[in-house]
């Protein structure tokens, strides 16, 4: 049997919820919903953590694109994407986005197909090559990134 929960008391379950880690409203919204609380109810909660600054999507920009490409490594492509599922501004996270070094960015690139050269097998340098560029792409960088990383590991 579900526990029913006063408007309050999810307020607070809320705020405790979005003090633990950066959410967007979304997810918020969908932890609301598997609470078992109604749109109208949800609308008021969600406002009232936006008011309070427990919800902030710039901030929950830079720190998921942050997170996102220094421990899972992906690229800007995959992170991007990510966000709009999410329903996040495409101002947003493209601002988001810009806090990436591109230096840093294309170094991250460089360590992940050095790591990935030693794992691959191949028989022609053509086949190396596609290898290590479906594998970048698989982790959402960008082609004209890819290109330049390869060209100066062949080097």
């Excluded at 609470?35 to 109810?41: A, F, L, N, P, S």
Aim: with cysteine.
């Amino acid at each position: 049997m579900k526990k029913e929960y006063s408007f309050e008391e999810l307020l607070h379950k809320a705020a405790s919820y979005c003090s633990i880690s950066e959410h967007c409203i979304s997810d918020v919204e969908d932890k609301l919903t598997a609470w078992g609380m109604t749109e109208d109810k949800k609308h008021k909660i969600i406002d009232k953590l936006i008011e309070d600054d427990f919800i902030n999507e710039k901030r929950y920009c830079i720190a998921f694109t942050k997170d996102k490409f220094h421990f899972n490594k992906w690229g800007k492509i995959k992170i991007s994407f990510s966000l709009k599922q999410k329903g996040l501004n495409s101002k947003l996270i493209d601002m988001a986005l810009k806090t990436i070094d591109e230096g840093e960015y294309e170094e991250m690139l460089a360590v992940l197909l050095k790591n990935k050269l030693k794992t691959i097998k191949w028989e022609y340098e053509y086949e190396k090559m596609g290898k290590l560029f479906n594998f970048a792409q698989s982790r959402g960088f960008e082609s004209n990134v890819i290109d330049r990383v390869i060209r100066t590991l062949k080097d």
